[in-house]
């Protein structure tokens, strides 16, 4: 193995350890998109227990249930490929994307994506 050889593997090795140690500041960027998204209330039909969402907006905060429940999941594969996952807890999380036959969607995944991919983009641009 040459001389080059050897310092392009410690090259990759370094940007390695430091995108794997910034992944888990990703999740929280994540994590923080989620809650400032769906901490957000919008206009809707007032009930008992608070406002109901219009259609096609973000989940107005009801128990704070679909805020506070995510998993989160750090996948590395490989050289310099991470891939980060958030996931919602809530049976419910689903309806609320995409909707049922007696209610209208009201998506959140793209609004949080929107919200957090520039903030991860910075922390990893200068590895």
């Given at each position: ?7 392009v ?9 430091a ?6 500041r ?6 923080n ?15 008992k ?13 009801q ?22 996952k958030?996931?919602s ?14 209610m ?24």
């Open positions: 193995m040459t001389d080059i050889e050897v310092a593997r410690e090259i990759v090795k370094e940007i390695n350890a995108a794997k140690a910034r992944a888990d990703g999740l929280n960027i994540l994590r998109s989620a809650l400032e998204v769906l901490s957000k209330e919008t206009h809707g039909r007032r009930y227990r608070g406002v109901a969402s219009v259609p096609g907006a973000t989940p107005n905060p128990t704070g249930n679909l805020r506070r429940n995510w998993s989160q999941q750090k996948i590395v594969s490989g050289n310099i490929r991470i891939t980060l958030i996931k807890r809530m049976f419910y999380a689903d309806f609320l994307e995409h909707g049922t036959r007696k209208a969607a009201r998506p959140y995944r793209e609004r949080i994506r929107k919200a957090a991919i520039p903030k991860i983009k910075t922390l990893f641009s200068n590895l």
